[in-house]
């Protein structure tokens, strides 16, 4: 990227740690408003379905402000495979984050849900007796999408628990499980975003290729910047100038430049005590060296002098292991991921299918992991009439009709492999991740387990509606071409769609004796 592209964001401070919008790229929780009136259903199992139909239909009637938006919606019964309810269900349109449900869906069909990345630390040869690697200390990636700094220091911690004093060599990173294409198919549709949720990805990856800019108040005093996680001389803070003002409204401005070998940071502005800290995520451009400046710099704080620049390149086959990170098990990973619409941890994803199910040796593509999610998908049963183009949904990378995306559901759902840990990982409606503010008080709380989807034009809601263990409703309602400030319209109308899918479950139950 060229040195001269310069991002300056501006963001203005209305309340302590603010969930700033990310633009195209964010998932938000904000409550749809939908009618909330109490429903009931007809208890009569034909004039129940009929009410169903009557109810959805209007939903959609009833938000003249949607007229342009195309709109593809589906339900059916689980058990019956029964359709509830249609509206132009065969339409292709871009699914947003709904995309993470086949990223998903394949993962758990492809890799197992105990499935873990595994990240290690060898030397070419260590001396026990002075605590001296003669030659090189290499880390080898896997693709973990959850390592953090504190694993990095926890790798550090295991490396100088080993006896290790200083390296002669380099510290080499292996980042060769992925190849060296970074940046997930469509992430070049907007290449000066500089945000964390369109971060870079390599198998050798640490705090989701995001440094994160902190700044805090301090009364009577300028206000403190930090930078985390510590990269060394990669992300350099040239300038810090942010006054603590009670008196003026906090406004905060980042200059982000990247140059040819590291990331400038420049950060101004003013803020109020009360706002509290204000923070942002800003992606590095070169993740592996920025992963490796991270670790080297664990390393140099723990007493380990290493005196040459990173290298890069395979772990030889003689090399003897020091230490290992592993992750949390694939189930709980797609929780993360699903329930905080993580794009990173989804496209990290997308490439280590690939990796896994690549049939030749050598470094896994994009092009890998798209191959291996349609076979995953195919297996399920769907045909290859879609567009699928990475595996978060970010910009325009999809086109897939309710029809397909409820065969899918329904699919997963079926098989004991992929539905328990599918389902497990979908927001909970009215108790958390990007649902934690809708349906709150109404019958749909805690009943609706859904995955959210948001662009610029684009709201996407699809999973499952269920009032007990038997009978269990999975539906999409995707709507595309949404006219300027009428997300929040759709949002109503889906949340209102939802309030009737539960009240039919409800009048179908019989009562307990």
Same mark, same amino acid.
């Given at each position: 990227?060229?040195?001269?592209? @310069?991002?300056?964001?501006?963001?203005?401070?209305?309340?302590?740690?603010?969930?700033?919008?990310?633009?195209?790229?964010?998932?938000?929780? *904000?409550?749809?408003?939908?009618?909330?009136?109490?429903?009931?259903? &007809?208890?009569?199992?034909?004039?129940?379905?009929?009410?169903?139909?009557?109810?959805?239909?209007?939903?959609?009637?009833?938000?003249?402000?949607?007229?342009?938006?195309?709109?593809?919606?589906?339900?059916?019964?689980?058990?019956?495979?029964?359709?509830?309810?249609?509206?132009?269900?065969?339409?292709?349109?871009?699914?947003?984050?709904?995309?993470?449900?086949?990223?998903?869906?394949?993962?758990?069909?492809?890799?197992?849900?105990? $499935?873990?990345?595994?990240?290690?630390? $060898?030397?070419?040869?260590?001396?026990?007796?002075?605590?001296?690697?003669?030659?090189?200390?290499?880390?080898?990636?896997?693709?973990?999408?959850?390592? #953090?700094?504190?694993?990095?220091?926890?790798?550090?911690?295991? !490396?100088?628990?080993?006896?290790?004093?200083?390296?002669?060599? /380099?510290?080499?990173?292996?980042?060769?499980? $992925?190849?060296?294409?970074?940046?997930?198919?469509? $992430?070049?549709? /907007?290449?000066? *975003?500089?945000?964390?949720?369109?971060?870079? @990805?390599?198998?050798?990856?640490? #705090?989701?290729?995001?440094?994160?800019?902190?700044?805090?108040? !301090?009364?009577?005093?300028?206000?403190?910047?930090?930078?985390?996680?510590?990269?060394?001389?990669? @992300?350099?803070?040239?300038?810090?100038?942010?006054?603590?003002?009670?008196?003026?409204?906090?406004?905060? *401005?980042?200059?982000?430049?990247?140059? =040819?070998?590291?990331?400038?940071?420049? !950060?101004?502005?003013?803020?109020?005590?009360?706002?509290?800290?204000?923070?942002?995520?800003?992606?590095?451009?070169?993740? #592996?060296?920025?992963?490796?400046? !991270?670790?080297?710099?664990?390393?140099? +704080?723990?007493?380990?002098?290493?005196?040459?620049?990173?290298?890069?390149?395979?772990? &030889?086959?003689? #090399?003897?292991?020091?230490?290992?990170?592993?992750?949390? &098990?694939?189930?709980?990973?797609?929780?993360?991921?699903?329930?905080?619409?993580?794009?990173? @941890?989804?496209?990290?994803?997308? =490439?280590?299918?690939?990796?896994?199910?690549?049939?030749?040796?050598?470094?896994?593509?994009?092009?890998?992991?798209?191959?291996?999610?349609?076979?995953?998908?195919?297996?399920?049963?769907?045909?290859?009439?879609?567009?699928? *183009?990475?595996?978060?949904?970010?910009?325009?990378?999809?086109?897939?009709?309710? %029809?397909?995306?409820?065969?899918?559901?329904?699919?997963?759902?079926?098989?004991?492999?992929?539905?328990?840990?599918?389902?497990?990982?979908? &927001?909970?409606?009215?108790?958390?991740?990007?649902?934690?503010?809708?349906?709150?008080? %109404?019958?749909?709380?805690?009943?609706?387990?859904?995955?959210?989807?948001?662009?610029?034009?684009?709201?996407?809601?699809?999973?499952?509606?269920?009032?007990?263990?038997?009978?269990?409703?999975?539906?999409?309602?995707?709507?595309?071409?949404?006219? +300027?400030?009428?997300?929040?319209?759709?949002?109503?109308?889906?949340?209102?769609?939802?309030?009737?899918?539960?009240?039919?479950?409800?009048?179908?139950?019989?009562?307990?004796?």
């Amino acid at each position: 990227m060229s040195s001269r592209l @310069v991002l300056v964001l501006v963001l203005a401070v209305v309340g302590p740690r603010q969930a700033w919008s990310q633009g195209t790229g964010s998932d938000d929780d *904000e409550a749809g408003a939908g009618s909330g009136s109490a429903l009931v259903a &007809p208890k009569d199992s034909k004039a129940r379905g009929d009410w169903l139909r009557e109810k959805l239909a209007a939903a959609i009637a009833a938000r003249p402000a949607l007229g342009h938006a195309k709109i593809s919606a589906l339900v059916i019964d689980l058990g019956s495979g029964h359709e509830l309810f249609a509206h132009a269900p065969d339409e292709a349109l871009n699914l947003a984050s709904n995309a993470k449900l086949l990223t998903t869906t394949a993962a758990l069909e492809t890799l197992g849900s105990g $499935f873990r990345w595994r990240t290690a630390v $060898f030397a070419d040869d260590l001396d026990d007796a002075t605590g001296i690697v003669r030659g090189n200390l290499y880390v080898r990636g896997r693709g973990d999408p959850t390592l #953090a700094a504190t694993d990095l220091r926890a790798l550090a911690d295991d !490396v100088a628990a080993r006896g290790v004093r200083a390296i002669d060599g /380099q510290l080499v990173v292996d980042a060769s499980y $992925f190849d060296t294409d970074v940046d997930p198919p469509h $992430f070049a549709d /907007q290449p000066k *975003e500089r945000a964390g949720y369109r971060a870079p @990805v390599a198998s050798f990856g640490v #705090a989701k290729s995001a440094v994160t800019v902190t700044v805090t108040g !301090v009364p009577g005093a300028d206000a403190v910047v930090r930078v985390e996680p510590d990269a060394g001389d990669y @992300v350099r803070l040239v300038k810090a100038d942010v006054k603590t003002d009670d008196t003026k409204p906090t406004k905060i *401005e980042v200059k982000a430049k990247p140059k =040819k070998d590291h990331l400038e940071l420049e !950060v101004t502005g003013v803020i109020r005590v009360r706002d509290g800290s204000w923070d942002h995520r800003f992606r590095v451009d070169d993740p #592996a060296r920025f992963a490796g400046e !991270v670790l080297r710099a664990a390393l140099v +704080a723990r007493g380990v002098k290493i005196g040459r620049a990173i290298g890069s390149g395979p772990v &030889p086959v003689a #090399a003897k292991p020091l230490a290992q990170h592993e992750s949390a &098990p694939l189930s709980l990973v797609v929780r993360e991921m699903n329930k905080l619409s993580d794009n990173y @941890v989804a496209e990290s994803l997308l =490439k280590t299918i690939g990796a896994e199910t690549r049939a030749t040796p050598g470094a896994a593509t994009w092009n890998d992991g798209l191959t291996a999610v349609r076979a995953a998908l195919a297996k399920l049963g769907l045909p290859p009439t879609y567009r699928y *183009e990475n595996g978060s949904g970010l910009y325009a990378a999809t086109a897939i009709s309710a %029809r397909q995306l409820v065969a899918v559901l329904r699919a997963a759902h079926a098989d004991f492999r992929i539905g328990p840990d599918l389902v497990a990982s979908l &927001p909970v409606g009215g108790e958390d991740g990007t649902l934690a503010k809708r349906w709150h008080g %109404r019958a749909a709380a805690g009943r609706v387990r859904a995955k959210t989807g948001t662009l610029d034009a684009v709201v996407t809601l699809a999973g499952f509606v269920g009032v007990d263990g038997d009978h269990l409703l999975a539906f999409a309602i995707l709507a595309n071409d949404i006219p +300027a400030g009428q997300r929040s319209a759709e949002r109503a109308m889906a949340d209102d769609m939802v309030d009737a899918m539960v009240a039919y479950l409800t009048a179908g139950i019989s009562s307990p004796p």
